[in-house]
């Protein structure tokens, strides 16, 4: 069965405090893991898209990497305004498959 | 240029009754997926609609039915609404080129009383 497990469940940082949100799938076959911040009460927002193992995306205080069994999102000197839920989806290879498959993401407080 | 919108944001229903959704996809996408998102989970696919066409289907009962109109904007409908359906229900468009980046909207909040 495909699945997709963040962890933590949540995190609590220090503003400035560096750390790593961990997202690990277990699929047949992989065609893309997205990285989205949810705020409360609002739509996921797209932050990143990852194909192969190796590659590597970065935005801002961001940086996505992905191996063949696990994505991080790194966050360097993370901000208040941080502060989110961040979730992980994989769509599968394949003809047909056009569905995303969110983990349960990571509830992120960064505290000033 | 306006993303996706949805429509209502906030709705309450009593069991037993039915619900329409309803979601204008960003300028440019052709293609509108429904997601229902329970709290502190993450968002559960329900189908996917394309050239008016349910193109997949996740694992949710026959109550679930939705349609895409020709200028691609699509309505999620819920009949014998239970107190489990009581969710954030999220409408999702891409571009032709692929699937990739989905573009969400803001969610309709359903609640079941």
């Known amino acids: 069965e495909d699945q997709v497990t963040q962890s933590p469940e949540a995190l609590r940082l220090q503003e400035g405090e560096s750390s790593s949100l961990n997202c690990s799938y277990t699929?047949?076959?992989?065609?893309?893991l997205f990285w989205y911040r949810q705020d409360p009460g609002k739509g996921p927002e797209f932050l990143f898209t990852?194909?192969?193992a190796g590659e590597e995306k970065e935005k801002e205080r961001l940086k996505a990497t992905l191996t063949k069994k696990e994505s991080f999102l790194h966050i360097t000197a993370p901000k208040p305004e941080d502060s989110a839920t961040y979730l992980c989806a994989v769509q599968l290879s394949g003809a047909g498959s056009y569905q995303l498959t969110f983990g349960k993401g990571t509830k992120l407080s960064v505290i000033p | 240029d306006a993303g996706v919108t949805q429509s209502p944001t906030h709705l309450i229903k009593t069991r037993g009754q039915q619900v329409t959704l309803r979601c204008s996809p960003k300028?440019?996408?052709?293609?509108v997926s429904w997601y229902q998102q329970a709290l502190g989970q993450g968002p559960q696919f329900i189908f996917q609609?394309?050239?008016?066409?349910?193109?997949q289907r996740g694992n949710f009962p026959d109550r679930f039915s939705g349609h895409q109109f020709p200028n691609y904007s699509s309505e999620l409908n819920v009949n014998a609404l239970l107190l489990g359906d009581s969710a954030l229900y999220l409408c999702?468009?891409?571009?032709?080129?692929?699937?990739?980046?989905?573009?969400f909207g803001s969610g309709t909040r359903l609640t079941v009383v």
């Open positions: 699929v047949s076959g992989l065609r893309g």
């Open positions: 300028s440019g996408h052709d293609t």
């Open positions: 609609y394309y050239e008016e066409e349910e193109r």
């Open positions: 990852l194909y192969s």
């Open positions: 999702a468009s891409s571009s032709p080129q692929g699937n990739y980046g989905y573009t």
